[in-house]
């Protein structure tokens, strides 16, 4: 869909969430915060076309659950785990680097 497309473009660090309660989209919102990280973050339920943007972004993620989703650099890293997976195995630092989203 276009409109992920061009919203996940608009910063370095993009999360596609819901604003209920999420644990998990609170997780992830809360370690980018943690690192510095100004993450643009769109919360689908309350998107005019959200139902068709969550469709895509499962598709793209290829689970039927796809919230939270996290672009990284305009790329579509992935959700929970894959964010969390990396965060431990030292490699999320150096993308958010690469990407702009922190300089430290």
């Given at each position: ?26 997780t992830v919102t ?5 690192l510095g990280v ?67």
């Amino acid at each position: 869909m276009e409109r992920v497309t061009k919203l996940s473009a608009e910063k370095a660090v993009v999360i596609f969430t819901a604003s209920n309660d999420c644990p998990m989209s609170y997780t992830v919102t809360s370690l980018f915060s943690g690192l510095g990280v100004c993450a643009a973050v769109h919360e689908l339920d309350k998107e005019p076309r959200g139902r068709d943007m969550e469709r895509d972004l499962a598709r793209r993620l290829g689970r039927s659950s796809p919230i939270p989703a996290v672009f990284i650099g305009g790329k579509l890293v992935g959700s929970t785990d894959r964010i969390m997976s990396l965060h431990l195995g030292g490699k999320l630092v150096p993308m958010l680097k690469a990407a702009g989203a922190i300089w430290l």
